[in-house]
Every structure is written in C-alpha cells, then in structure tokens.
C-alpha cells in the first residue's frame, strides 16, 4: 500500500519575533513534559521540561505553559533566531504509576526562520 | 554534543538480516533508553533499561531486543529484518530511572534493502 508520511504542523516567522509551538497531549494523567528540539540529521535536544504540578517555567529565550485543564502545551521562543530552526516536539510522560517512565512524543511541529 | 554516542552512524543490510546497533549512555547516567524514528510513525518509544535490568517497554517488536551490559552500554538487536525496519534509531541517556532529562544520542540510520 501508500505510504503516507507525517504531515508535520508548520510555523515560519521572521528572525527576532516570537514564536509559539502548541502541542495538546493526550492523558490527562500525565505528570511530566518536555520539549525537544531535532536539527536534520540530529538527535533530539532537549530544550525544558515542566512537571504537572507547574503551570509555567522559563529557561534561556524559552518558557513552557502547561494548561492541563484542555490538556495543552506550549513553547514560547523569544526573539527566534535563524538557529532555532528545526522540528519541535513536546513529549508526555505516559507511563502509569511513579515507578513507570514512557515518553510519547507528538508528531512535532517545523519552524523555519526566516532571516 | 550530548555525550550519548551511537554506533554505526549508516547501516544498509538486507531483508531477514540481523544488525546490532550500539550506544554508550553519558558518563555517570544509569538509565538507557532506545527509540525508532519512521517517517510514518514519528519518533516511538522501544525500550528502556536502568542498571542493566529491563525496566520500560513500548512499541517493541518480538524480533527485536535489547540489552544493558555491566559498564552501562546498550545493544539493541534487530533480527528477521524486513523493508519496514528502515528508520533511524536513537538511544538516549537519563541518569535516573524515571521523570529525568533524557539526553539523545545522533542515531543510526538503518536502510533495509
């Protein structure tokens, strides 16, 4: 049969604005986030990560907003560079129980920076 | 650099070959996680190991397995290839079992002919 390949969400923006990635992540019992960031031909990187007794976290030119309430994520970039370009995907803990630790990743989201 | 380093980099076999692909986790990290990148599918999680016992499984097919070795290396084996196993494969480091960073390796990109 066809092989259809992921049809990845895109965001192009212009270097220096912002950028926000969205992501809605499946189980509402999920208690930790991450968001990864994968260059072509590259391992993912990991960017932050938020647990779900948090609503927001910042780090260098990034913050994380948790809405567990719609089940949604987000990534803010400020002031994006053309380095940031890449494919960004947020990944949920969806392994049961404290002892269990399983990553699912979303199908990720392409930001191309133009410069 | 993450620290996390994969073996080979490219590998192109045959179908109903077996290949064993390496990682060595970051210095100090205990835990070792192995991960299937398709382009269909996304990046799905396999199986994971800490301290070399078993300790997580995905979407992990009954032809392949893994293990974890005394000084913290990881080999997952992949047997009875078919044209469908092409995919990179990544390895990736935490140093605790569970809700940790996880640091990825560079891949190893498997081309099944």
Redesign the interface.
């Known amino acids: 049969g066809e092989s259809v390949g992921l049809h990845l969400p895109t965001l192009s923006v212009q270097e220096g604005d912002n950028s926000i990635i969205n992501c809605a992540y499946s189980n509402s019992a999920s208690d930790y986030f991450i968001w990864y960031k994968q260059e072509s031909g590259k391992g993912p990187q990991f960017i932050i990560d938020i647990r779900s007794n948090m609503d927001k976290r910042q780090g260098q030119r990034v913050t994380v907003l948790l809405n567990k309430t719609v089940k949604h994520l987000s990534l803010q970039i400020a002031a994006t560079q053309p380095g940031d370009s890449a494919v960004y995907f947020c990944a949920e803990n969806t392994g049961s129980g404290g002892s269990n630790y399983k990553l699912t990743f979303g199908k990720g989201t392409l930001l191309t920076v133009n410069p | 650099d993450?620290g996390?380093t994969q073996t080979p980099k490219h590998l192109i076999t045959a179908t109903g070959q077996r290949v064993t692909l390496r990682c060595s986790p970051r210095s100090g990290d205990l835990s070792v996680?192995w991960y299937q990148q398709s382009?269909?599918q996304?990046?799905?999680?396999l199986i994971?190991y800490y301290n070399g016992e078993e300790?997580?499984k995905?979407n992990i097919l009954e032809r392949f397995s893994a293990q974890q070795f005394p000084d913290l290396h990881s080999e997952l084996n992949l047997s009875s290839l078919e044209l469908g196993d092409s995919a990179l494969y990544?390895c990736?480091s935490s140093a605790r079992?569970?809700?940790?960073?996880?640091?990825?390796?560079?891949?190893t990109r498997l081309t099944v002919l």
């Open positions: 993450s996390v996680y382009l269909d996304g990046l799905q999680f994971q300790r997580a995905g990544f990736a079992a569970v809700l940790d960073t996880q640091y990825f390796g560079p891949g």
